[in-house]
């Protein structure tokens, strides 16, 4: 009794998704024992969903075929390929796959949507009891995914939101220069090489939106700006943290091996928005600066660097991505004695 107790105070104090997956699996773990457990979760655009799965406990200390096919084809798959899950995700409905061994599907929802599937095996049919349980520990993830939701996220585009940024900014911050595997990867670290990450983050601005509003009322500017997160949920990986802070500026923050890795992917954004049609608005521009996470960094500071970066891509001339380190280089003699900011303008 004082071990379930332990779990749901864990359960409660879950800050993120993989987290919060995890201390559910390992509740159902402790309960009710299965043969192997997983959660499938739906991450990527809203037009080309994928799953990210992450396995809590194997069968036999096999993975299993669904688990085989995601590792085959890398972090994440489309939805089809997966097609028991699907049914499951798209119904709402619990699964039966195979009676014997019992392989059930779960479906995992908030208030407003069915977000993932938990896949249980157990030898045999949960029992009347086994079932309570299971339904007790959904509607729990329910309260708890609801809670987390509406604390991380930014009501209008569902991006993350400034509470969420500085968290996950610190620990990127923190694990520079270690040798562990990032923040993001949690989910998969048992498959992930060990390696040095670096993060950049960027700022993205929409050009003259002041305009949009003036033109065309407040709440088409709203649909933009739910348009554009939807535009950078496409267009980086899923593992990309995305944010609105509110207004009419977004940020990503990117992992990856080179500066240039960044650039391209900001250049995609930048390039993408400038060639989609917006209704009614037609097209619109965005510019966008960015900068390298140091170690030590504080996300004020990086915010404040991308920022600059973008004041000097307005001052460019707009729809264009400027990195912030490359004009410290191009200016070295204008950095600040007292700030230690670099001032180009
Ligand atoms: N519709 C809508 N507008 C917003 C929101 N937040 C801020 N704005 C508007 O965004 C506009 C930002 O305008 P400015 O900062 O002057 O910049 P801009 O017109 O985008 O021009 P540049 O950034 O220089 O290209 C203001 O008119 C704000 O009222 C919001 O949540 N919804």
């Not at 201390?23 to 994928?50: K, N």
């Not at 619109?284 to 996300?299: A, H, K, N, R, W």
Request: glycine fraction near 6%; hydrophobic fraction near 35%.
């Amino acid at each position: 009794m004082s071990r379930l107790l332990d779990h749901l105070a864990d359960l409660a104090g879950h800050r993120d998704r993989d987290t919060l997956d995890e201390a559910v699996m390992r509740l159902i773990d402790e309960l009710i024992c299965p043969q192997y457990v997983a959660i499938h979760r739906t991450v990527g655009s809203l037009e080309a969903p994928r799953w990210l799965t992450h396995v809590y406990k194997r069968h036999r200390g096999e993975p299993y075929r669904s688990y085989e096919a995601t590792r085959d084809a890398g972090p994440t798959v489309p939805l089809e390929s997966l097609p028991y899950h699907l049914t499951c995700l798209q119904s709402g409905e619990i699964v039966r796959v195979t009676q014997a061994p019992a392989h059930w599907l779960y479906p995992l929802q908030t208030d407003n949507e069915i977000v993932a599937v938990l896949e249980v095996w157990q030898l045999n049919a949960p029992s009347p009891e086994e079932a309570r349980i299971l339904s007790a520990v959904r509607r729990y993830y329910r309260h708890l995914r609801g809670l987390l939701d509406e604390n991380e996220r930014d009501a209008l585009t569902g991006l993350l939101n400034r509470k969420s940024f500085d968290e996950t900014f610190v620990r990127a911050a923190l694990q520079l220069g270690n040798d562990v595997p990032a923040p993001q990867f949690k989910a998969d670290e048992r498959r992930r090489p060990l390696r040095n990450t670096r993060y950049w983050l960027g700022v993205v601005d929409i050009d003259n939106f002041k305009r949009i509003n003036d033109e065309f009322g407040h709440l088409m500017g709203d649909e933009v700006l739910l348009l554009l997160g939807q535009i950078m949920r496409h267009s980086f990986r899923h593992e990309e943290h995305l944010y609105r802070f509110g207004g009419e500026e977004f940020l990503v923050l990117l992992s990856g091996d080179r500066p240039a890795d960044a650039r391209q992917a900001l250049e995609r954004l930048r390039t993408t928005v400038a060639s989609h049609d917006f209704p009614r608005v037609g097209s619109l521009t965005v510019s966008i600066g960015y900068t390298e996470l140091q170690p030590g960094d504080t996300p004020s500071a990086a915010f404040e660097r991308a920022d600059q970066a973008v004041y000097k891509a307005k001052r460019d001339g707009r729809n264009c991505c400027v990195d912030f380190d490359k004009l410290a280089l191009d200016h070295p003699l204008a950095e600040s004695a007292n700030t230690g900011m670099v001032e180009f303008f």
